[in-house]
Structure formats: structure tokens, C-alpha cells
């Protein structure tokens, strides 16, 4: 495995982990000439799933979509960097088990299932991110969804 932080290929593994699912493995990896540690992922080549927007447009799933948005409302607070790779692994198998045997799956339910794990993380980075996926116009719609958290909380 080329390293990221030198180019070099000589490495070794340190720990290898398998998802839930066993549709992927996690390998955490040091680089024996620099001492860089950095993750690699195995995953086994599939059909893509598509993803059916709003629009009806269809497009590939992307991960990396959701990564960034759960980083974004993840900012600033205390959560690990082990933590929100479990959470984006348990987010992604959750996917690929509804795409299931149609390779399709609706935006809306991918939000749906990113909030779910989210809220279970995090209610402060849950409500940011609800904010941006439900589109909240007004103070009103946080007041709601703040309301109906700390009702679950009771």
C-alpha cells in the first residue's frame, strides 16, 4: 500500500477489522519508513447503487457525501475519529442492506438513516445535520426538532 505521507510501499498492518456486514475490512496501517499510520479499506467490487434524488434524477451513492456532512456537524465537538468511521460503517451497511436486490435507493431514505445513527452519536451534531437535511427555514422548525429530542430524552 502506497503511503500518504512519504509514497513509499513498504508497510505493515496493525489491525484489521471487518463491518457488521462483512461487505468490507477496515485495515489501520504503518508505514515502516516513515512511521505514518494511516487506514485502508477493502471492500468488495459490487453493481454500484444508485441513488434516486428528489428530482427523480439518478446518480451513483457516494460515501463520501455523507462523510463530509457528518464531519461538517461532527465539528467542534468531542467525538472521535473511531467513533464517526463506526458511524459512517453502520450508516453505509444500513444502506446497502435497503438498496438490497433493486441497487437503488431514495435520498430521502439515505438521510433518514444518517439521522437515525446520528441521533444515537450526538443530538447537537444530529440537529445540525437535521437542520441542512430537512432544510430548516426558520427558528421555528429548531425549536421543534430540539422539542421532540428532549420529549424522547424524558
Given at each position: ?7 513509499r510501499?513498504?508497510?505493515r ?14 485495515r ?9 499510520r494511516f487506514t ?21 451513492f ?8 457528518i ?7 468531542n ?19 435497503s438498496?438490497s436486490?433493486?441497487g437503488e435507493?431514495h ?7 444518517a ?13 445540525r445535520f437535521?437542520s441542512v ?22
Amino acid at each position: 500500500m502506497l503511503c500518504p505521507h512519504c509514497g513509499r510501499t513498504d508497510d505493515r498492518v496493525l489491525e484489521s477489522r471487518q463491518n457488521s456486514s462483512g461487505s468490507s475490512i477496515r485495515r489501520r496501517r504503518e508505514c515502516l519508513s516513515c512511521g505514518y499510520r494511516f487506514t485502508s479499506y477493502e471492500r468488495i467490487e459490487e453493481k454500484p447503487i444508485m441513488v434516486i434524488k428528489r428530482d427523480k434524477r439518478r446518480e451513483p451513492f457516494d460515501l463520501k457525501k455523507i462523510e463530509r456532512g457528518i464531519r461538517i456537524t461532527t465539528e467542534k465537538r468531542n467525538i472521535s475519529q473511531d467513533t464517526i468511521e463506526r458511524l459512517l460503517s453502520k450508516i453505509e451497511d444500513e444502506i446497502v442492506l435497503s438498496a438490497s436486490n433493486k441497487g437503488e435507493v431514495h435520498a430521502t431514505k439515505i438521510g433518514e438513516i444518517a439521522l437515525k445513527h446520528l441521533y444515537q452519536v450526538d443530538t447537537v451534531a444530529y440537529v445540525r445535520f437535521a437542520s441542512v437535511y430537512r432544510a430548516f427555514s426558520s427558528v421555528d422548525q429548531f425549536i421543534e426538532e430540539i422539542e421532540r429530542i428532549t420529549d424522547k430524552m424524558k
